[in-house]
């Protein structure tokens, strides 16, 4: 048996790539990170006119006639497929569940899981022999915690679908994985939870060194490099003082 750890990892030049959620937060610092490997990307949101790629397509998740419309766009584009990240997503909502509403239990549901789920299904059929699909999952759909739950509910659930996919999928040559990320600071994902209040937003990350988008980017990027034999499942990446979604030691405020 020879040395594997010798083989080439895998060069992102020449590459193509669809990002979801590319006009802000992770999907933002993938894009450029990727294209700055000479990866040329097609990012997908609803407020196209933020997104920094080499194509810019409008996409909503949850609408198969907006996801159908943006594939077809895209590998118009692109001509293949070789890097699929599934990144958008949200929560909505910080409360106890029988203070949820049907409205946003759904919104949550469909953006992360049906729209994760319907843009592999649309993809798939023009992802190249070597490619890989890539997503952000969440310490959420590992851990549970307070007053989150139909966000946790939907990354566990999105945790279930990239199993199953990964053993529909095993036998071709396409790698799968999975970014779990804990506190990620500079991103929107706050100020939407908590519908446009900055000031609950901003006390998320009081008193902790919260992950970037770019570190998240970094995961991104190393299973994307590895070489085409080995397949990075999962990653999960938490702040230092996190253990979870709820256990977060935080430093005390300066005194007044
Ligand atoms: P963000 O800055 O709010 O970015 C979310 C992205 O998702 C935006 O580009 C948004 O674009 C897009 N999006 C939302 N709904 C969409 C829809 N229906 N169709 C298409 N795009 C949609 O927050 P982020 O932290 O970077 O979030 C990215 C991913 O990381 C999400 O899956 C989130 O669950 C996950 N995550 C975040 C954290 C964190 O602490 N920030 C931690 C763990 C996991 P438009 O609004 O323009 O459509």
Redesign the pocket.
Known sequence: MGDTSTLACVELAGKTAIV????????ASTVRKLREAGVRVVG????VE?IDADVALP????GEDSARAFVEAAVAELGGIDILYN?????LGRAPFWESTEEDEATVIH??VD?AMRMTRLCLPHIRDGGHILF?G?VAGRQAYPGGASYIAAKFGLRGFVYALREDLLGRPIRITTVD????AG???SL?RFKGDAAKAASVYEGVDPIT?DEVADCVLFALTRPPHVNVDEIVIKALQQSSGARIVRRAPPPV
Do not use: C, H, K
């Open positions: 979801t959620g590319a006009s802000s937060g992770i999907g997908g949101a609803r407020r933020r996409l909503d998740v949850r990144n958008a997503g949200l929560a953006t992360n729209g952000t969440s990320a804990g506190l990620v991103t929107e994902f939407v988008p």
